[in-house]
């Protein structure tokens, strides 16, 4: 079943997480298990690539535009098997291909380097117009974070994509409340960001960001409308940092994670059991 496989691979990607993680002891490991849905969602069920041809022409891109969830997306890519899992070992070490804050000239399947944020939907807006002038049938992914729209640059490329009508553009925020210098709400209210997306153009949902079903019918709803000529797309995604970990979702502090050697194991044991119970209630 299609929500089921989704399902299966976001809890692996955030085993995948922890076990990166722990090689260092630190990291953006809230914002990897929180968004490990919407990422499964995307490489299990929305790209076409070729695992064996990561520069294939043909391959939807998707952009990370929040680099240092970083972590979040290497467990996507060996997830579907652009890189190798055994690679995650390497993580955030001395000559990885896998960095802590994404690049694109180290890491297969990373499409943009990122680090200040507020670029990623620029780059994006000229990609997919750059693909629409080619012809080509390619759609255009940009993750974003609730964060990142502080940056006006994020609106002038919103802007500017509705102008272009880039119907082959997906933008997919995430909404954790949460970044680096407190709570989204004390650093820059951004509410009512529905309305605001809506006012700049594009198709706007809102969703729960860790309902895979409710994450996967807001992209069939876009899958219907795509068009080279269209409306741009964008999935507001509710989420909560650290998702299936109990013991990291309550943390104080969670932009940026250091957590105990000994908690480590815990966090493993609570995301397996967690994840084992709520499938014996689908059952």
Excluded at 116 to 138: F, I, K, W, Y
Aim: glycine content about 12%; charged content about 20%.
């Amino acid at each position: 079943m299609r929500i089921d496989e989704v399902r299966d691979a976001a809890h692996r990607m955030r085993h995948h997480v922890l076990n990166m993680g722990e090689a260092q002891g630190q990291g953006y490991v809230g914002q990897a298990l929180g968004a490990a849905d919407m990422l499964a969602c995307v490489y299990a069920d929305q790209l076409s690539y070729r695992p064996d041809d990561p520069k294939w022409e043909g391959r939807d891109r998707f952009l990370l535009s929040t680099g240092h969830y970083a972590i979040g997306l290497y467990a996507a890519l060996a997830e579907a098997r652009i890189i190798d899992a055994a690679e995650l070992d390497s993580y955030g070490c001395d000559d990885s291909r896998l960095p802590m804050s994404g690049m694109a000239s180290y890491t297969p399947g990373m499409e943009i380097s990122g680090g200040s944020l507020g670029h990623g939907l620029t780059v994006a807006v000229g990609m997919a117009l750059g693909l629409r002038h080619q012809g080509s049938p390619v759609r255009v992914f940009n993750f974003l974070s609730d964060g990142e729209l502080d940056e006006g640059s994020t609106w002038e490329a919103a802007m500017g994509a509705a102008h272009h009508q880039l119907g082959n553009l997906v933008a997919m925020v995430d909404i954790n409340a949460l970044q680096a210098d407190g709570p989204t709400a004390g650093v820059l209210r951004t509410e009512p960001v529905a309305d605001k997306w809506t006012a700049c153009g594009w198709f706007t949902q809102r969703v729960n960001g860790n309902d895979v079903e409710a994450l996967l019918a807001a992209f069939d709803e876009i899958a219907g409308r795509a068009a080279p000529v269209g409306t741009p797309a964008v999935i507001l995604c509710d989420t909560r940092v650290g998702s299936g970990v109990p013991l990291l979702e309550n943390r104080e502090k969670a932009h940026f994670m250091r957590i105990d050697a000994d908690e480590w194991q815990i966090c493993r044991e609570q995301l397996t059991a967690g994840y084992q119970e709520k499938a014996g209630v689908d059952a």
